[in-house]
């Protein structure tokens, strides 16, 4: 199935898509008569520390006989990024209790992270038959968004704003979401008002201002306007790849390019798998006349995931360009001191839950 190309505003996408961070998770998720152990691992899960999440899970079940611990410990996997162990674990969970919503869940959020979004779209309406929430409707319409299916994305965005205070704090990732998707589908009148709104709600969000730099300027070619929200986010999380990532691609278009590149490249210190990263980098490159440089960099964009998580552009570029095969080895352009992945990334900020 062909993906739409869908440049990531803050998360890989997607957001790697897409980095998924802890969900809060739905009220159905939370188990009747749990344990004093589920209810700290819950604690710390909902205070952002997956990693004492996951050390308490894993000593649960070396104990045996807690298979609910497998659950929690794939959400504690899910919101680092580990989404292949996140899979596992939940598939695990779904093995030894069949009814568990909760396994269900975090496997559909694993999918998503790992870029099998038909199958993440498969199972999060599976979720939402046996328990409807507004929490699952917001990670659908994600997902529908990643594949460019744009009607059916406003569409649960749309029921779960029915589902709550739209005026209240909480609504602004919806209103966010609801706003990048009219973009998508045309409507900028639209697509403003509800990411100005989402900035309204929750001014000290900073995926907000990003979200509103993408698609509500940098969208419509203002690359300036999109500059200002961009700075406004990296003010509030001096650490956000995906603001660095489209504000360095910003400055290139206005002109700016060593400008422009000195950002991409902090961006990819402080998230070195990000696909996107790589293939800024190697258009810029080629556009720029350097195509050696370019297929090594536009290589390891596909070496990353590029095309599952945002469509064949890159693998086009490369047939068009490079004079091989899209799916010949990558040749690795030798990273910066620096940039090798620490896990240095830290959860962006923000009142409510992620994307």
């Known amino acids: 199935m062909h993906k739409s190309t869908l440049p990531p505003p803050y998360l890989s996408p997607m957001r790697s898509v897409v980095l998924i961070m802890a969900a809060v998770l739905p009220i159905f998720l939370l188990a009747q008569g749990e344990t004093r152990q589920e209810r700290k691992v819950r604690a710390q899960l909902a205070k952002g520390k997956a990693y004492p999440a996951i050390r308490i899970s894993s000593g649960m079940l070396g104990k045996g006989d807690h298979p609910e611990f497998y659950a ?25 209790l069949p009814d568990s919503v909760s396994g269900l869940y975090q496997l559909a959020l694993a999918e998503q992270g790992l870029g099998r979004l038909d199958s993440a779209a498969i199972h999060l309406r599976m979720v939402l038959e046996r328990a409807p929430g507004t929490e699952v409707r917001y990670r659908l319409a994600l997902v529908e968004q990643m594949q460019g299916n744009l009607p059916e994305g406003m569409r ?22 609801k706003g990048e998707l009219a973009a998508m589908m045309g409507d900028s009148a639209m697509a403003r008002k509800q990411l100005d709104k989402a900035v309204e709600l929750a001014p000290s969000d900073p995926v907000n201002y990003n979200s509103r730099g993408f698609y509500g300027h940098a ?4 690359h300036a306007g999109a500059i200002a929200d961009y700075d406004r986010a990296i003010k509030l999380n001096p650490n956000y790849s995906y603001a660095f990532n489209n504000r360095g691609w910003s400055e290139y278009k206005i ?13 990819r210190r402080k998230k070195v798998h990000n696909p996107y990263i790589y293939r800024n980098l190697g258009v810029i490159a080629l556009e720029t006349g350097d195509t050696a440089k370019a297929c090594m960099l536009l290589r390891q964009a596909l070496d990353r995931g590029f095309t599952a998580q945002y469509g064949d552009e890159v693998k086009d570029l490369i047939g068009a360009s490079c004079g091989s095969s899209p799916d010949a080895p990558v040749v690795p352009v030798q990273p910066s001191q ?6 240095t990334d830290q959860p962006v900020p923000r009142s409510n839950a992620p994307e």
Do not use: C, F
């Open 156 to 177: 649960e965005i749309d029921k779960a704003l029915a589902e709550v205070d739209a005026t209240a704090p909480a609504s602004a990732r919806l209103h966010r979401v």
């Open 255 to 267: 002109g700016e390019t060593d400008r422009g590149i000195k950002d991409i490249q902090r961006a």
């Open 72 to 96: 929690l410990r794939a959400e504690g996997y899910n919101s680092i990024a580990e989404h292949a162990k996140a899979e596992a674990d939940a598939r695990m969970a779904i093995r030894l």
């Open 338 to 343: 620096g940039t090798l992945d620490r896990k």
């Open 219 to 222: 969208w419509l070619g203002d």
